[in-house]
């Protein structure tokens, strides 16, 4: 694949931030929309379960973005996307939160017993809530201080967690989807992480290589 | 503080009360707009498009059998009528509302066979008219987990058994639904297997409160509802009540169903609402009422055979972890 042009390539750190901006505003405009939607009743018979699947929906396009950054970065040569991927990390990760947060409140309007029971007793809820508690330590330590903290070598090993978070992040939607046969969506977000984990693969390979 | 409410200090709102008239009338200007200008365009196919819609919204006029009206407030119209699964239509809820005006419900037979003395074929009108219409207000609860509270109209499936005279050797009830992939755009999808199939045994067939269906709140079905006759089985989940239907049949033996052949660890043939057995993926103890339950209220408790104990009899002895 070709190098992206120069001219974007090069871009002047204002111009980057002002990317940072935009793609942090886009990141938050589903977020926005399911508010604005919801308070004007837009969000159809059953609001509660379109801010669930709303909610669940934009964590995996948003993780699937995040992972997408390091193998855009390699093939374009734009290396200032990597300066994305902190934010888009963190939304994701604020995505996972409300979708939770749907779940305790809507599902089960805060009472920790049947919480509990359920996260316990159902496979695809156990998957998503192991994915929102290894994730929670990668939110944590997303600051530059942290960072420092931990030591760079340590933290990209705590970071690698992503590379289990995302597809139990899938496995759970599959298995939610797989019950009324509806596979076509879960199946696609599959293929996409199984391509952006392989391409790490390769790359790992042919550095040691 | 307790606030009690007396029975007779609730208030029944009665369809007509819950999307107000202009707004039904707007809505059917609109669309004899939409036919007109269709027919005026004078293409073929767009006349059968045109009668649909008549047929839509037509008003069909019942009285109310109290014995058969839950006191509890009816979902809105509009919630009721495009919030639903039928996949035939797209497996998005809002896809029935977008997609079935495609439906084409009239003509329309039904063909009463199988284990029957004779079989025969009846059209619309006449099965309309084979026993006098009422109106029931029955809760209707979803495998998902959310319920509604809807004003069907139609009379017991136990009159059209009688009529149609089953041999000692009906011991099911099969009902096949329309598969037109011409009609019905969600055909293309493997999903289910096609045409969609429910059934029951025939002493649940014959229970009162089956309820053989033309209409809901006070009107001809709405497409996405299932027009123009589909069944409905107020103490089993929703999925049982098949929609559209072309053929009843009778059997001697249970019929494969289209839920139950694609997942029957999940999708038992008796179906029956049950609080205590839970679906593999998710709880049915509790379910969010629609319109009502969620942000600022818990969801409510599911009730065995969604409150309807009339029809415990029909398991006495029966193991319903085993028949679920």
Same mark, same amino acid.
């Given at each position: 694949m070709p190098l992206a042009p120069a001219a974007v390539r090069n871009l002047r750190p204002r111009a980057v931030t002002v990317v940072w901006w935009l793609m942090l505003l886009l990141a938050a405009t589903?977020?926005?929309?399911?508010?604005?939607?919801? =308070?004007?009743?837009? +969000?159809?018979?059953?609001?509660?379960?379109?801010?669930? $699947?709303?909610?669940?929906? #934009?964590?995996?396009? +948003?993780?699937?973005?995040?992972?997408?950054?390091?193998?855009? %970065?390699?093939?374009?040569?734009?290396?200032?996307?990597? %300066?994305?991927?902190?934010? +888009?990390?963190?939304?994701? =990760?604020?995505?996972? *939160?409300?979708? /939770?947060?749907? =779940?305790? #409140? /809507?599902?089960? /309007? =805060?009472?920790?017993? *049947? @919480?509990?029971?359920?996260?316990?007793?159902?496979? /695809?809820?156990?998957?998503?809530? @192991?994915?929102?508690?290894?994730? @929670?330590?990668?939110?944590?330590?997303?600051?530059?201080?942290?960072? %420092?903290?931990?030591?760079?070598? %340590?933290? *990209?090993?705590?970071?690698?967690?992503?590379?289990?978070?995302?597809?139990?992040?899938?496995? $759970?939607?599959?298995?939610?989807?797989?019950?009324?046969?509806?596979? *076509?969506?879960?199946? +696609?977000?599959?293929?996409?992480?199984?391509?952006?984990?392989?391409?790490?693969?390769? #790359?790992?390979?042919?550095?040691?290589? | 503080m307790l606030i009690k409410i007396r029975p007779d200090q609730i208030e029944i709102p009665t369809a007509s009360e819950i999307t107000p008239r202009e707004v039904y009338l707007a809505r059917r200007s609109f669309m004899g707009r939409v036919a007109a200008g269709a027919a005026l365009a004078g293409m073929g196919g767009f006349g059968a498009v045109a009668s649909a819609f008549a047929q839509q919204g037509r008003k069909l006029p019942a009285k109310l059998n109290n014995a058969y009206a839950v006191m509890e407030k009816q979902t809105a119209y509009k919630d009721a009528t495009t919030y639903n699964n039928y996949y035939e239509f797209g497996t998005d809820k809002a896809d029935p509302a977008k997609n079935a005006g495609t439906l084409k419900t009239s003509p329309w037979m039904v063909t009463i066979e199988g284990e029957v003395k004779k079989p025969f074929t009846l059209d619309l009108d006449a099965l309309t008219k084979l026993a006098p219409l009422e109106e029931r207000i029955y809760r209707l609860r979803c495998v998902e987990g959310w319920s509604m509270v809807i004003p069907w109209v139609g009379y017991s499936l136990s009159a059209l058994i009688k009529k149609a005279e089953p041999t000692g050797n009906a011991k099911y009830v099969e009902f096949v639904t329309l598969a037109d992939s011409k009609q019905m755009p969600g055909l293309n999808d493997p999903i289910l297997k096609w045409p969609y199939r429910e059934g029951l045994r025939m002493d649940e067939a014959n229970h009162p409160l089956a309820l053989l269906t033309f209409g809901m709140y006070g009107e001809v079905l709405p497409n996405q509802n299932g027009a123009p006759v589909r069944i409905v089985l107020p103490w089993k989940y929703g999925f049982k009540s098949a929609k559209s239907i072309v053929a009843i049949r009778f059997l001697k033996e249970e019929p494969k169903t289209a839920w139950n052949l694609y997942a029957p660890q999940e999708y038992g043939f008796y179906s029956n609402v049950n609080p205590s057995v839970d679906h593999p993926r998710w709880s049915q103890a509790t379910e969010r009422r629609i319109g009502e339950d969620g942000f600022f209220a818990p969801k409510r408790k599911t009730l065995m055979f969604n409150g309807y104990n009339d029809v415990a009899g029909l398991y006495t002895g029966m193991d319903l972890r085993k028949f679920y």
């Open positions: 589903p977020l926005l929309r399911l508010v604005s939607l919801g =308070f004007t009743g837009g +969000l159809g018979a059953n609001p509660l379960e379109a801010i669930t $699947h709303g909610t669940g929906d #934009w964590t995996l396009y +948003l993780l699937c973005i995040t992972l997408a950054v390091t193998p855009l %970065r390699k093939l374009t040569g734009i290396n200032w996307l990597v %300066r994305m991927r902190r934010m +888009l990390g963190l939304m994701a =990760f604020l995505y996972m *939160a409300l979708h /939770f947060t749907a =779940f305790i #409140w /809507f599902d089960h /309007f =805060f009472d920790v017993a *049947a @919480i509990w029971k359920d996260i316990v007793k159902r496979p /695809f809820i156990t998957i998503g809530v @192991i994915a929102l508690v290894l994730s @929670i330590p990668l939110a944590i330590t997303s600051t530059n201080g942290m960072v %420092r903290r931990l030591g760079g070598k %340590r933290w *990209a090993l705590l970071h690698r967690l992503i590379y289990v978070i995302v597809p139990l992040g899938v496995l $759970h939607y599959w298995w939610d989807k797989s019950g009324k046969n509806l596979i *076509a969506q879960p199946l +696609l977000f599959a293929v996409i992480v199984a391509v952006l984990l392989a391409l790490r693969l390769l #790359w790992r390979r042919r550095a040691a290589g | -």
